[in-house]
């Protein structure tokens, strides 16, 4: 061998060394980052706690009803983004002896104004959604601080505490406690749409009495819904949500072991919301991928919980049906004293193509994965007196997946040409 070649392979292999010993160096330097920033969240965390113990907090609700006054008790709407809760708070919402806050854990009721209020309404974004009668916050503006602000709200609510069910939350059960006794000192029953508040069912059913309903839609319509937005408005919000959980969410341990087994647990979290919102645009934009196994994730385990903890079922898509209206008519009517009229609701339910497999690959692996991950009754949470309407009992102990309800006993999907207005 000559002496240029034995000359070239020493430099490669000295090259090479140093390559192995940079990523080496990278790989611990990452390491250590991601130690400092769970650190920082944490400390963040602890120091808004501190900070929200100054800022006045609404009054405990009085000792309310028993548990089981379904006519009267507090109606709990738990929904993914894009499931049509807005058309379904609406519907509640336009009878007057209901008082319904619409996504009371919106991250907008931190500095909300009487001016922001009134200006917001369903056509001030391309929101899709259906006309309404006053802009969504109306009904939180008595309860405004002059400076800005829901009165007990705080800025942990929307996402830091999305995947907290194992808690007591006592700030956040005296904010929603508020909400009920304001709606009860007007002599209405209070109604609550939410949108961030399905990933924390169980610990709503532990904490907050009342009617407890699941409003879901099949994960690719969720999915198609939040990236055509992405895709044709140029509005990421419904694809970031997701990762903006992931990125500054606590955990339970169970669902820190169930985000483990998706391979998800170690996105680097972080302790500023902006921050936090631009990561997630950024990977929405540059990492595909996992924006799809995130929206997946964290969507299933939602189904997963709300649907376990629920009083009642309500799949989007047969709500569409003829004998979906009927037997959910009398499911509200006759047990929780609900009259409201369905007749114009209609979602579109597409047949999937192939270039859907990869997201629906992830969706079913993912809801596999959430009905084992979440405790039995002998677990931290208590599973409620099995009190679903279920029409089928084959169906009893699925999770509602693409077009598997388990309230209803008939389920057509609507032709293509049927469209629910699009709904938060």
């Known amino acids: 061998m000559g002496a240029g070649r034995r000359s070239r392979i020493r430099h490669t292999l000295a090259v090479a060394l140093r390559l192995a010993g940079l990523h080496m160096r990278s790989r611990r330097m990452k390491h250590k980052l991601r130690i400092l920033g769970r650190r920082q969240l944490a400390l963040t965390q602890e120091i808004a706690s501190l900070e929200a113990r100054r800022r006045p907090a609404l009054p405990l609700a009085p000792p309310g009803r028993a548990i089981g006054d379904a006519r009267k008790d507090p109606i709990w709407?738990?929904?993914?983004?894009?499931?049509?809760?807005?058309?379904?708070?609406?519907?509640f919402r336009s009878c007057p002896k209901h008082l319904a806050f619409y996504e009371p854990f919106h991250e907008t009721l931190e500095t909300l104004t009487h001016?922001?209020?009134?200006?917001?309404?369903?056509?001030?974004?391309?929101?899709?959604?259906?006309?309404?009668?006053?802009?969504?916050?109306?009904?939180?503006?008595?309860?405004?601080?002059?400076?800005?602000?829901?009165?007990?709200?705080e800025q942990a609510f929307p996402y830091t505490y999305y995947f907290v069910n194992d808690e007591p939350l006592e700030r956040?059960?005296?904010?929603?406690?508020?909400?009920?006794?304001?709606?009860?000192?007007?002599?209405?029953?209070p109604v609550f749409g939410f949108c961030r508040s399905?990933?924390?069912?169980?610990?709503?059913?532990r904490h907050m009495p009342g009617v407890h309903i699941a409003l879901t839609r099949d994960g690719l319509g969720l999915w198609r819904s939040a990236f055509g937005h992405s895709q044709t408005r140029g509005n990421h919000y419904f694809l970031t949500r997701p990762l903006v959980i992931l990125l500054t969410s606590r955990r339970d341990p169970w669902i820190a072991d169930y985000l483990a087994a998706l391979d998800l647990d170690p996105v680097a979290r972080v302790s500023d919301m902006g921050l936090a919102q631009r990561e997630a645009e950024r990977l929405a934009i540059g990492d595909p991928i996992l924006t799809m196994r995130a929206f997946a994730a964290v969507f299933a385990l939602g189904t997963a919980l709300s649907q376990r903890h629920a009083d009642l079922v309500m799949p989007i898509e047969t709500l569409s049906t003829e004998a979906g209206r009927r037997t959910l008519d009398a499911a509200l009517a006759?047990?929780?004293?609900?009259a409201l009229d369905w007749s114009d609701c209609a979602v579109p339910v597409g047949a999937a193509q192939a270039d859907d497999e990869p997201f629906l690959a992830h969706w079913r692996y993912a809801l596999r994965k959430a009905e084992a991950c979440i405790p039995d009754a002998h677990g931290p949470m208590q599973k409620p007196e099995r009190r679903h309407l279920i029409a089928d009992p084959a169906s009893a102990g699925r999770i509602c997946g693409p077009a598997r309800p388990r309230l209803f006993a008939a389920h057509r999907a609507p032709e293509p040409d049927e469209a629910l207005p699009e709904g938060g």
Do not use: C
């Not at 956040?172 to 029953?189: S, T």
């Not at 399905?198 to 059913?205: C, I, L, Q």
């Open 198 to 205: 399905a990933g924390r069912a169980a610990w709503f059913r």
């Open 334 to 338: 006759g047990r929780f004293d609900i």
């Open 115 to 153: 001016a922001d209020a009134e200006a917001t309404t369903e056509t001030s974004w391309p929101s899709g959604h259906p006309p309404l009668d006053a802009p969504y916050y109306r009904e939180f503006e008595p309860l405004l601080m002059p400076g800005g602000g829901v009165r007990g709200f």
């Open 172 to 189: 956040q059960q005296a904010y929603l406690n508020g909400l009920v006794a304001h709606a009860r000192a007007r002599g209405r029953r």
């Open 77 to 91: 709407i738990h929904a993914p983004w894009r499931a049509g809760s807005t058309y379904v708070w609406n519907k």
